[in-house]
């Protein structure tokens, strides 16, 4: 038995997953960042309430959304000055966004945290 040969490979392996681990908090740091970004558009659309790839009965039409809720945005209906839906304005200018539908968006959660977020006493809180 090689013990010292073990013992390369689970330091080889630690080594590994020592890096697995801070790629992944890496990782979080820049998406924490984006969100906040798309968090900040959100507000100044006046956007209070908004779900990323998640249904929740706070708006409904994520509920009766008929394909999946991964890759979509979803609000209240809050329209910019021009009529059109906020959301749509806010995945613009973050640069996330395909195609929309009513107070839907679709968008790239790979770069965003995933929830439901409300804007209420003066911060964003996510409450689902």
């Known amino acids: 038995m090689d013990l010292f040969k073990e013992i390369t490979t689970i330091q080889n392996e630690v080594a590994r997953c020592e890096k697995s681990v801070q790629d992944m908090v890496n990782r979080i740091k820049l998406v924490e960042k984006d969100t906040k970004k798309f968090l900040a558009l959100c507000l100044k659309m006046d956007i209070k309430l908004v779900s990323i790839s998640a249904f929740t009965d706070k708006i409904p039409v994520s509920k009766t959304f ?62 689902e």
């Open 66 to 127: 008929p394909f999946s809720c991964s890759g979509s945005a979803f609000t209240l209906d809050v329209r910019t000055s021009d009529g059109w839906p906020a959301i749509w304005r806010v995945c613009e200018l973050i640069d996330m966004g395909g195609c929309g539908n009513y107070m839907q968006h679709q968008i790239d959660d790979t770069r965003l945290v995933n929830g439901v977020y409300e804007y209420k006493d003066g911060y964003w809180k996510r409450v």
